[in-house]
Protein backbone atom coordinates (compact mmCIF):
# COMPACT_ATOMS: atom_id res chain seq x y z
CA UNK A 1 0.00 0.00 0.00
CA UNK A 2 1.37 3.33 -0.66
CA UNK A 3 1.67 5.78 1.54
CA UNK A 4 3.45 9.14 1.71
CA UNK A 5 4.01 10.78 5.16
CA UNK A 6 5.04 14.69 5.48
CA UNK A 7 6.07 16.00 8.77
CA UNK A 8 7.88 18.65 9.97
CA UNK A 9 5.71 21.95 9.47
CA UNK A 10 4.70 24.48 12.33
CA UNK A 11 4.54 28.39 12.77
CA UNK A 12 8.02 29.73 11.96
CA UNK A 13 8.65 33.31 12.12
CA UNK A 14 9.70 35.78 8.61
CA UNK A 15 13.45 34.77 8.39
CA UNK A 16 13.19 31.64 10.26
CA UNK A 17 13.83 27.97 8.96
CA UNK A 18 12.10 24.88 9.02
CA UNK A 19 13.45 21.23 7.70
CA UNK A 20 10.32 19.14 6.12
CA UNK A 21 10.48 15.60 5.64
CA UNK A 22 8.48 12.45 3.81
CA UNK A 23 8.61 9.42 4.44
CA UNK A 24 7.26 6.97 1.69
CA UNK A 25 6.42 3.36 1.74
CA UNK A 26 4.71 0.98 -0.45
CA UNK A 27 6.83 1.53 -3.61
CA UNK A 28 10.74 1.40 -4.87
CA UNK A 29 11.32 5.05 -3.58
CA UNK A 30 14.85 4.91 -5.29
CA UNK A 31 13.62 4.59 -8.78
CA UNK A 32 11.59 7.68 -8.96
CA UNK A 33 11.94 11.34 -9.11
CA UNK A 34 10.51 12.85 -5.80
CA UNK A 35 9.16 16.38 -5.58
CA UNK A 36 7.96 18.85 -3.25
CA UNK A 37 4.67 20.53 -3.91
CA UNK A 38 2.92 23.20 -2.04
CA UNK A 39 -0.44 24.48 -1.91
CA UNK A 40 -1.12 28.27 -0.51
CA UNK A 41 -4.64 29.02 0.38
CA UNK A 42 -6.66 30.19 -2.60
CA UNK A 43 -4.04 29.48 -4.74
CA UNK A 44 -3.45 26.38 -6.37
CA UNK A 45 -1.15 23.72 -5.82
CA UNK A 46 2.02 24.38 -7.43
CA UNK A 47 5.22 22.67 -8.08
CA UNK A 48 8.64 24.13 -5.45
CA UNK A 49 11.21 21.11 -6.14
CA UNK A 50 12.37 18.31 -7.62
CA UNK A 51 15.19 15.47 -6.99
CA UNK A 52 16.41 12.53 -9.15
CA UNK A 53 16.05 9.32 -7.95
CA UNK A 54 19.37 9.47 -7.47
CA UNK A 55 19.86 12.88 -6.05
CA UNK A 56 22.20 13.61 -8.63
CA UNK A 57 19.65 16.72 -9.84
CA UNK A 58 17.81 18.56 -8.11
CA UNK A 59 14.89 21.76 -9.78
CA UNK A 60 13.72 24.86 -8.33
CA UNK A 61 10.58 27.31 -8.54
CA UNK A 62 12.14 30.67 -8.64
CA UNK A 63 10.39 31.72 -6.12
CA UNK A 64 12.36 29.46 -3.64
CA UNK A 65 16.01 29.28 -5.42
CA UNK A 66 18.65 29.67 -3.41
CA UNK A 67 16.68 29.90 0.14
CA UNK A 68 15.04 26.29 -0.18
CA UNK A 69 16.75 22.60 -0.99
CA UNK A 70 15.92 19.21 -1.21
CA UNK A 71 17.69 16.24 -1.06
CA UNK A 72 16.74 12.28 -0.10
CA UNK A 73 18.26 9.58 1.71
CA UNK A 74 17.28 6.53 -0.65
CA UNK A 75 17.98 4.16 2.44
CA UNK A 76 15.72 5.77 4.89
CA UNK A 77 12.88 6.53 2.26
CA UNK A 78 12.73 9.97 3.04
CA UNK A 79 12.61 12.93 0.96
CA UNK A 80 13.53 16.98 2.49
CA UNK A 81 12.97 19.74 2.49
CA UNK A 82 14.73 22.34 3.98
CA UNK A 83 13.53 25.95 4.61
CA UNK A 84 15.59 28.73 5.36
CA UNK A 85 14.95 32.70 4.87
CA UNK A 86 11.37 31.77 5.25
CA UNK A 87 9.18 34.75 3.96
CA UNK A 88 5.06 35.25 4.37
CA UNK A 89 4.69 34.13 1.13
CA UNK A 90 6.34 30.92 2.04
CA UNK A 91 2.76 29.80 3.85
CA UNK A 92 0.99 26.58 2.33
CA UNK A 93 0.31 23.11 2.78
CA UNK A 94 3.75 21.48 1.54
CA UNK A 95 3.01 18.09 0.32
CA UNK A 96 6.00 15.53 -1.28
CA UNK A 97 5.22 13.38 -4.23
CA UNK A 98 6.63 11.06 -6.87
CA UNK A 99 6.21 11.40 -10.95
CA UNK A 100 3.97 8.30 -11.06
CA UNK A 101 1.60 8.91 -8.10
CA UNK A 102 1.22 12.51 -9.45
CA UNK A 103 -0.01 11.35 -12.64
CA UNK A 104 -2.74 8.42 -10.76
CA UNK A 105 -3.71 11.97 -8.80
CA UNK A 106 -2.75 10.41 -5.25
CA UNK A 107 -1.59 12.80 -2.04
CA UNK A 108 -0.45 12.45 1.31
CA UNK A 109 -2.07 14.90 3.65
CA UNK A 110 0.41 17.29 3.62
CA UNK A 111 2.20 19.80 6.39
CA UNK A 112 1.13 22.76 7.01
CA UNK A 113 4.05 25.31 7.11
CA UNK A 114 2.96 29.15 8.44
CA UNK A 115 5.39 31.95 8.51
CA UNK A 116 4.14 34.72 10.31
CA UNK A 117 5.03 37.28 13.17
Known amino acids: QVQLVESGGGLVQPGGSLRLSCVAS????????MMWYRQAPGKERELAAAISSTGGNTNYADSIKGRFTISRDNVKNTVYLQMNSLKHEDTAVYYC??????????WGQGTQVTVSS
Open 26 to 33: GFTFSRYR
Open 97 to 106: NADFLVRIDY
